[in-house]
């Protein structure tokens, strides 16, 4: 059996995250010793791997909480689990594609920042200095 440190040092999850698991129910196999201290099998330990990997995904707790309970309730939940993960699934989809905006807007950015310091052209990205550069514009494309 192993003590919520020893559990945290194997999921790689704080103190307090397998604490704040335990508390919350994602861990239904965790046990407890005569002095109430938790203490982690095996499949405590499974529990908590799959705690984190959902929550890594955006999953809320409350989510992951029935998730945990439909697992519990065996085989035939396999219907609901799976509907629940291409759901997340297609959050994280959208997710990526805005993250893939936000890099791709970086790198624009970037390659600008590189022509200004080896060309030496006008800084165009300083909103301070837009006024200064050209007519000030309703909508600026400097950003």
Known sequence: MLTVKEAALITGLTEHA????????????????KNNIRLFDEESINWLYGARCLKQTGMPIETIKLYVDLCLEGDATIPQRNEMMMEYK???LIQLQEAQKRVAHLEQKTIQYQAILTEG??????????????AISATPTHS
């Open 18 to 33: 397998v604490r704040f698991y335990t508390d919350k129910g994602l861990v239904p196999s965790v046990q407890r010793n």
């Open 121 to 134: 052209i006008p800084d165009t990205t300083n909103p301070r200095t837009w006024g200064q550069n050209k």
């Open 90 to 92: 297609e959050v994280a």
